[in-house]
């Protein structure tokens, strides 16, 4: 590695950091990845597992270095700088991390886009962020191409994969203006499950703080330095992959694995290979691997723990019995991504508990009113740094939204939307979100609770409910269900579903519309898209094949 960059730390220095992990305070994420490559230059940075296309990649910590200082030039050269946005279009690659160093090192954002979003969709984040250019590979082009003729900066193009090319020169003037921790790293879309995304502003405080929340979970989590590998399946330009694990890894000279995307039939082949120490998962990801894969003879003695979010409860002891890996159940969202855990027995493993409240989240259950409701009581989860500095390590506020950015923070608290229960010992539990919450004869029920009783049916390989009309009691449950056998006689097995549920909830919580369906739509990250299930305001009440079971939700006592 070239001396121009950096002086390597003396040996004592090296053996001391073995103990003493970054201190982010007033560091920007160069500063910080400078560190970490001067303390670990040849500790493994990223494993991408091998595929039937490609041999297993690896690349350390100089390595890296060299090639963010590549793609910096690169950035200079062409005559971009601070303050500009780009667009990154390269999926799972290294490149990915590379070139967000690099163009954070100059005091530019990455605004990373989804390769399975609609053309509607990118042409609107493309024109909402002002990015000027996207950076893509041989795989995504295609698909950009023709997008990038609607923008109305008619943004440039640069393929990494074309190397006999340079990138497209800028020819605006920029301001020569210091970066600083509150500088603008990235720039994050929501999933838009309920309509337009919403640009979330992320500083490099903001994701380095995402990084320490992730370093700072006890055990069985407890990263150690540079003793860890981290497979993260999910995508790089969700926040979950791409700045918590990332950042996570860098502060403790970890290793990111990162498959091209998540695939159950090579999951652990991936990890004993990679010798990942730790996994992270969605709970689709647990589903999908329990029906699929419930043994496997891979060695995997290198594995000390599962880490995510959203495993259904009917799920978690079920996985952790056949494969004698624990799930360590977390709560972040991309505006508030300070991590709350589940790690300290009991874990609770048969209920939806997320974490406690840590000394820098506070955290409040309310009622619509703003009230504390009573313990054991739902009501929207609201959080906050502290009384003295509320937003301190939370987003930067969603891009010219400011109306938005402050109703959220209304009262100093920022309001998460998430229907929660806080028990006497301050445990929390995930009800659901609150858009997902169907009001029925004035109860008010979680759709997830519901989905949840239906996974258990090993008939179902997904399910989303929804609150569809009803003239008598405002809202009813429709149960949206793909079956692993298309081919089920439906009548029946909507009976057995119907039944099902009704032996294990409350009547009124059973569905009362059940509808079979070939696939529901996700985003990148499996979350589903409820909104898009019946687009163009269609009312699926009305389908042929819609079973209405109405009538048979009684009281049991009158049952």
């Not at 910590?61 to 946005?85: L, W």
């Not at 918590?244 to 860098?250: G, H, K, V």
């Not at 100093?412 to 229960?421: N, P, R, S």
Request: proline residues 6%.
């Amino acid at each position: 590695m070239s001396n121009n960059y950096i002086c390597y730390t003396p040996v004592t220095t090296l053996i001391a950091s073995q103990f003493n992990m970054l201190n982010i305070d007033n560091k920007t994420i160069g500063e910080i990845f400078t560190e970490a490559v001067k303390l670990w230059p040849d500790e493994l940075f990223f494993i991408s597992p091998r595929t039937n296309e490609s041999p297993k990649f690896e690349l350390s910590y100089s390595a890296a270095f060299e090639r963010v200082k590549s793609y910096e030039n690169s950035f200079t050269k062409a005559g971009y700088g601070y303050g500009e946005r780009v667009a990154l279009l390269v999926g799972n690659r290294v490149d990915h991390y590379l070139i967000k160093l690099a163009a954070n090192n100059l005091g530019m954002s990455i605004v990373p886009l989804n390769p399975d979003s609609s053309p509607h969709e990118v042409l609107y984040i493309l024109n909402d962020s002002n990015t000027i250019l996207t950076i893509t590979d041989e795989t995504h082009i295609a698909s950009i191409r023709p997008i990038a003729k609607l923008t109305k900066n008619h943004i440039k193009i640069y393929n990494i994969d074309d190397i006999s090319r340079s990138f497209p020169i800028c020819e605006k003037k920029y301001p020569i203006l210091s970066i600083n921790p509150k500088s603008e790293a990235s720039l994050l879309y929501t999933s838009g499950t309920t309509g337009h995304p919403k640009g979330c502003i992320l500083s490099h405080e903001y994701e380095l703080m995402c990084g320490d929340s992730y370093r700072s979970i006890g055990p069985p989590v407890k990263l150690k330095i540079n003793s860890d590998r981290i497979f993260n399946p999910l995508p790089s330009f969700h926040i979950n992959a791409g700045v918590l694990t990332f950042f996570a890894s860098i502060l403790t000279g970890n290793c990111l694995v990162q498959p091209m995307r998540f695939s159950a039939s090579t999951w652990w082949r991936d990890i004993e290979e990679t010798k990942a120490t730790v996994f992270h998962y969605l709970g689709v990801v647990i589903a999908v691997i329990l029906k699929k894969i419930k043994k496997t003879n891979v060695d995997l003695s290198s594995l000390r723990v599962g880490l995510g979010a959203g495993v259904e409860p009917a799920l978690h002891e079920e996985f952790e019995n056949f494969f004698q890996v624990p799930l360590i159940e977390v709560w972040g969202m991309t505006e508030m991504c300070r991590l709350l855990a589940v790690n300290e027995e009991p874990r609770l493993i048969h209920t939806r508990a997320m974490g406690r409240p840590r000394p820098d989240l506070e955290v409040r259950v309310i009622n619509e009113n703003g009230i504390d409701v009573p313990i054991g009581s739902p009501g929207e989860m609201i959080v906050r740094h502290s009384e003295a500095c509320p937003r301190k390590g939370a987003f930067s506020g969603y891009l010219g939204n400011e109306e938005t950015t402050e109703y959220t923070w209304r009262g100093g608290w920022f309001h998460t939307g998430d229907t929660v229960v806080m028990d006497q010992s301050k445990m929390l539990y995930f009800i659901d979100r609150q858009k997902n919450i169907i009001r029925r004869a004035g109860e008010n029920i979680a759709a997830a609770e519901i989905e949840n009783c239906i996974l258990q049916n090993d008939v179902v390989l997904s399910v989303a409910c929804i609150a569809v009309p009803d003239e008598l009691r405002e809202e009813e449950v429709l149960a949206c269900i793909v079956l692993k056998n298309k081919n089920n006689n439906k009548q029946k097995t909507a009976d057995t579903l119907f039944n099902h549920v009704y032996e294990k909830l409350a009547y009124f919580k059973v569905p009362g519309w059940i509808l079979f369906i070939d696939k529901l739509p996700t985003t990148g990250t499996q979350k589903v898209l409820k909104h898009k299930i019946f687009p163009n305001n269609e009312n699926p009440i009305t389908r042929p094949d819609v079973f209405d079971l109405r009538q048979f939700k009684i009281r049991k006592n009158h049952k």
